[in-house]
């Protein structure tokens, strides 16, 4: 059982919770991005640097999660092929992706690009604050829980 996190737009709040539970958990987490990333001195938290290019980092993690695994990313197609591997996937602001809900998110993330795409300024989500972390640190826990883990 591993975590891999999207690591390349993940908020710092967001890697702080998963780099104490890693630790709590004694758990490996595993951070994919294009750049250096600093991480705490442990045996359960490792950088992974993938070249740059489009979609990189998303392929390492498909690549190497397995079912059973947790992937961290606010990336709706990235999400779509983890749940297709069979692992579960969170997003920085405490939604999980299952096999139920990936295909209606995937839609609405295409529609909202097709906007995008015709000029339609749709803006972004709002800044992440106490309570999105917090819905993400109970939706981590409860990951955690159904495993067995405290």
């Known amino acids: 059982m591993t975590i891999w996190v999207d690591a390349d737009a993940c ?5 702080d919770i998963l780099f104490r539970a890693a630790e709590r ?10 750049q250096w990333l600093r991480t705490p001195p442990s045996p359960w938290i490792r950088a992974i640097q993938v070249p740059s290019g489009l979609d990189v980092a998303d392929t390492e993690i498909v690549q190497r999660c397995e079912p059973g695994d947790l992937v961290v990313t606010a990336d709706i197609p990235l999400a779509a092929r983890v749940v297709e ?5 969170i997003d920085p602001r405490g939604e999980r992706y299952t096999a139920d809900t990936i295909g209606q998110r995937l839609s609405m993330r295409n529609f909202m690009d097709e906007l995008r795409g015709a000029g339609v300024a749709t803006g972004g989500p709002p800044p992440l604050g106490p309570r999105e972390r917090q819905a993400f ?7 955690l829980a159904q495993r067995g883990i405290d």
Request: aromatic content about 4%; proline content about 7%.
């Open 11 to 15: 908020p710092n709040a967001i890697k």
């Open 25 to 34: 958990a004694r758990l490996p987490l595993l951070l994919v991005a294009n």
């Open 85 to 89: 591997k069979g692992a579960a996937v």
């Open 137 to 143: 640190a109970n939706q981590l826990d409860r990951w």
